[in-house]
């Protein structure tokens, strides 16, 4: 829902790195994006295309890998994505874990000509 | 002509920007002996009634300073008012959350001198609060018994994210089919080291533990 806010830090980001590396244009853009990160690609997207005109960015693919949150079990240390209501360890049945994947979010590369 | 094409490593998180201006918030608020306390729940949770328990909790045992956000008017802050401790609304105008930069903005219009503890209270909202540090010490989120005790699998970030969390509207529980003992297990099996405190807001049971928590200086 604050996808607003993070894709303009997107287009602002990828802006000055553009800049800074003397691009023409930017055409694509691979973000990271945890699943627990409570963001969406497509309303990412929706207001990339409107925040990007007249920027390096204008025109450029997003690109988003996603990555799943990952439990480290504290009592056996299997690691496992918890389902959606049960985030018992499917080894040794504990419940929950360190989180040590999910929250991720960040511009990892560009591609620029 | 086909212009080459080059991949630039980049790796900026995404919201760099919204982390420095925390920092230098933070910066200002030790600077000033202030501790913040940013509060965020549901919209309903009881975000303002905490803080007005609070607010009579302390009264003559610290200075306590409210920032407070919503979407629009100026309603909350008139109930802060009339406890007599100093207070800023934000009005967002939609934004579904307080960012750095609008705390910096309210601090100018905040005696942060005379202030111990400062309380913010969040847009009430469970996701997007959660991803814009504001410079605060500490982060709460409120679950309130209505809500119910699956809170946790359907937001699991806000729960991972604080260092407490108030469980308030108990007095409800005789009417209501949320299972306190599995939400507990629920936001410890996510966060060990949080604290959890059994509060109504409405009967004042449970506000004794929960001030004695903001109230310990090792922050």
């Given at each position: 829902m604050h996808e607003l806010a993070v894709t303009d830090s997107i287009v602002k980001i990828v802006q000055e790195k553009g800049a800074e590396v003397g691009a023409l244009r930017v055409t694509s853009i691979n973000l990271v994006v945890g699943d627990w990160s409570g963001l969406v690609d497509d309303c990412i997207q929706f207001y990339f295309d409107i925040l990007s005109e007249g920027t390096l960015a204008r025109g450029a693919t997003l690109c988003f890998q996603r990555i799943p949150a990952c439990f480290h079990c504290r009592s056996c240390g299997a690691e496992f994505t918890p389902r959606e209501y049960n985030w018992t360890c499917p080894r040794c049945g504990s419940l929950g874990g360190e989180l040590?994947?999910?929250?991720e979010f960040y511009v990892e590369s560009i591609e620029v000509e | 002509m086909q212009e080459a094409r080059y991949d630039i490593p980049v790796v900026e998180k995404i919201l760099s920007t919204n982390d420095q201006l925390a920092e230098e918030n933070a910066r200002r608020f030790d600077r000033s002996g202030v501790t913040v306390v940013n509060i965020m729940a549901a919209p309903g949770g009881g975000k303002t009634s905490l803080i007005l328990r609070t607010i009579e909790a302390l009264r003559g045992r610290l200075r306590i300073g409210v920032i407070e956000g919503d979407v629009a008017s100026q309603v909350d802050s008139q109930r802060i008012a009339a406890a007599h401790v100093p207070v800023v609304q934000i009005n967002t105008g939609g934004q579904c959350h307080l960012d750095a930069n609008m705390i910096r903005g309210a601090l100018d219009r905040l005696p942060l001198e005379e202030i111990d503890l400062l309380l913010v209270e969040n847009v009430g909202n469970l996701i997007c609060p959660v991803a814009f540090k504001l410079g605060e010490h500490r982060r709460v989120a409120i679950t309130s018994?209505?809500?119910?005790?699956?809170k946790p699998y359907k937001y699991p970030a806000i729960f991972h994210a604080v260092d407490a969390v108030v469980i308030n509207k108990l007095d409800l529980l005789p009417h209501l089919d949320f299972d306190l003992a599995a939400f507990r297990d629920l936001v410890l099996a996510l966060n060990p080291n949080v604290a959890l405190f059994d509060v109504s807001c409405k009967t004042g049971q449970g506000i004794g533990e929960w001030v004695a928590w903001l109230m310990d200086e090792d922050v």
């Open positions: 040590v994947a999910g929250r | 018994a209505p809500e119910g005790d699956d």
